[in-house]
């Protein structure tokens, strides 16, 4: 079966850095996704990583190693704004998207 | 503003009624879907539609139906609500339909009594 595994939860002081990692069993690969949702709302597309290495977007980067079936997201200088749950995602060989079930990160001052 | 409209956004809808759930895009999106999200599990696909007019069945498509007339609208309707459908359910969109890419609507949370 495909599976995506992900943290239940997190939490982290203000100006920190935090990763929230994602391991992945699918069929086939054709990408990794990053979304963020933040509570009653809609999720958001943060980052898509499809190569392995680092990918860096501000404050937020993404990596991927597909030899692991591993990726992390990692936010630095943490905002309270940041406090939201983290979604992974993987677009199988069927080009369908794989998502666990998200990582609420809780931010303290 | 550009995106995808879903209505409505609550709804408490009593067992054995018929429920039609919206979803308009004006992003000109080919690609559209109907997910559930329930505490504790990942987003659910229930519909899913490449294209207009094809539909495609997710992970969960029992006791749901979607139509896709046109690219804009794709509708997702639940011809006999029963309680294990009270969720939070969101359409969504991307440009075609092999991309990870996708922009959500607001959410529609239904209550089914």
């Known amino acids: 079966g495909q599976n995506i595994d992900q943290p239940t939860e997190m939490t982290a002081t203000e100006g920190a850095i935090v990763q929230i990692n994602c391991t992945y069993q699918?069929?086939?690969?054709?990408?990794l996704f990053w979304y963020q949702q933040h509570a009653g709302e809609a999720p958001t597309f943060l980052s898509y990583?499809?190569l392995d290495g680092l990918e860096e977007k501000g404050r937020f980067s993404s990596f991927l190693s597909r030899s692991k079936g591993y990726s992390y997201l990692l936010l630095k200088e943490l905002q309270m704004k940041d406090s939201a749950s983290y979604l992974c995602?993987?677009?199988?060989?069927?080009?369908?998207?794989?998502w666990g079930a998200g990582t609420k990160l809780i931010i303290k001052p | 503003i550009a995106g995808i409209t879903q209505a409505p956004t609550s709804q408490i809808l009593a067992a054995g009624r018929r429920m039609t759930l919206r979803c308009t895009q004006d992003?000109?999106?080919?690609?559209m879907y109907w997910y559930r999200q329930d505490l504790g599990l990942g987003l659910r696909l229930i519909h899913y539609?490449?294209?207009?007019?094809?539909?495609g069945k997710g992970e969960v498509p029992d006791g749901y139906s979607v139509s896709r007339a046109n690219t804009d609208d794709f509708p997702l309707t639940l011809a006999s609500a029963v309680p294990s459908q009270t969720s939070v359910y969101f359409c969504?969109?991307?440009?075609?339909?092999?991309?990870?890419?996708?922009?959500f609507g607001e959410g529609s949370r239904l209550t089914v009594l």
């Open positions: 969504a969109s991307s440009s075609s339909g092999d991309t990870g890419e996708l922009f």
């Open positions: 992003m000109r999106h080919n690609a």
């Open positions: 539609s490449n294209t207009a007019g094809t539909t």
């Open positions: 699918t069929s086939g690969f054709n990408g």
């Open positions: 990583n499809v």
């Open positions: 995602a993987v677009l199988d060989s069927n080009y369908q998207l794989i």
